[in-house]
């Protein structure tokens, strides 16, 4: 398996192990556009892989910080509560870069950014740009690549595709 996920078209593609489009999804990746820096808020281009899988078994809407689950469910009323956080649901993809000064090591570490494929609360808007660096995702969408994928899977991520 392998994920391709397309800055341009807002999409993520599961290829099977002959490169073959397995299932497409919507996202969302960086509302500020593409880059590597640290504290940038851009989405990492490259070749990734997959560091670890995180949140399995949990709850769908279960609320993580720092990659912990905090033990709150996500709801509207928590979202009026915390206005201003971005929110992490469901489940954690955290990609690791493999290119050594590009998207790896330094100041252009995707694994030090924090950039995760995650969950985000059901009205928000896929298709369109809208993170602070990290790729959104449906919570039903995640919890079926998150079903699909094992650490290690490589991640590519295009301007173009």
Known sequence: M???IGIASQTLKLLDGRGEAVKEYAISSSKIGVGEQTGSFRTPRGRHVIR????????????????????????????????DRDWILTRILWLSGMEPGFNRLGEVDTMRRYIYIHGTPDGTEMGKPGSHGCIRMRNDDLLDLFDRVEAGTEVEILETL
């Open 52 to 83: 670890a899988k995180i949140g399995g078994g949990m709850p769908v809407d279960t609320v993580f910080v720092k990659r912990r689950p905090t033990g709150e469910t996500y709801s509207k009323e928590l979202s009026a509560q915390f206005p």
């Open 2 to 4: 392998k994920i391709l």
